[in-house]
């Protein structure tokens, strides 16, 4: 299958670099290009694209507009969109929108031909760093952030623990802790259920790291993972606990 690609950008330089690495894709078609944002809507209405590259920094809108104006036009079907910058400040942003991947300027051939490679391997029809469920659900398996300076893809098999600390969650993932931004309610609804538990109100576990449950004398419940680490246990979680682990 062909893959049909748009170039949406405001620099002339750019989109030809793109267009001559994408001459050794052999899967690859540019179908049009364009250097507003207003051109890439309409060549998206015309051409009906697989993949955008889409400049974060249009003239007249940026690339997250252009994409809320894409998706409020129900009757169009929505292309992958893979955001290009020339700074790495709107990662993180970029992959909350299910971009399929994030290219630095100046373009590299072998980091375009891993990001083509990632668009191939999500044809299954489920989002990026999502997997898709027979009920049609999607959790996600990897959280992007920033984190001391650096943005961090997380895969989540790596996430030990999950605990609420006001506004924010803090992710263990055994040697490293991060912290987020993030409501516990809103991170649990992007995580495989049958992969992470809710134990407290305050704390999810990876059940993949769970060695068992203890109740000391006292009847106070505690997850231990396998690392040796205690996670408080609510009563009322721990039903549910005990059944998928007999599971």
């Known amino acids: 299958m062909t893959i ?129 469920e027979p009920n049609g659900e999607r959790h996600t398996t990897r959280i992007v952030f920033k984190s001391k300076g650096r943005i961090v893809f997380l895969p989540v098999s790596e996430i030990r623990w999950v605990a609420a600390e006001e506004n924010y969650v803090r992710i263990s993932t055994g040697d490293e802790t991060h912290l987020l931004r993030e409501t516990m309610a809103h991170l649990q609804d992007r995580l495989d259920p049958q992969l992470f538990l809710r134990v407290h109100r305050s704390s999810i576990v990876n059940l993949q790291h769970v060695k068992e449950v203890r109740m000391d004398t006292e009847g106070e419940t505690a997850v231990i993972l396998v690392n040796g680490q205690k996670v408080s246990m609510s009563r009322g979680y721990r039903s549910k606990l005990q059944r998928l682990l007999r599971q």
């Open 4 to 132: 049909q690609i748009a170039l949406a950008d405001d620099e002339v330089l750019a989109r030809q670099k793109l267009r001559l690495l994408l001459r050794d894709q052999t899967d690859c078609e540019v179908v049009g290009e364009c250097a507003t944002a207003g051109e890439t809507i309409e060549l998206v209405r015309a051409a009906r694209p697989d993949l955008v590259f889409l400049d974060i920094r249009m003239p007249d809108m940026n690339g997250f507009d252009v994409i809320d104006a894409l998706s409020a036009q129900a009757e169009l079907p929505m292309p992958r969109i893979v955001f290009t910058s020339a700074y790495d400040q709107y990662a993180v942003r970029a992959f909350e929108v299910h971009a399929v991947d994030y290219l630095l300027k100046p373009f590299a051939a072998g980091r375009l031909s891993t990001t083509l490679q990632r668009f191939r391997e999500q044809s299954n029809g489920c989002h990026p760093g999502e997997r898709g």
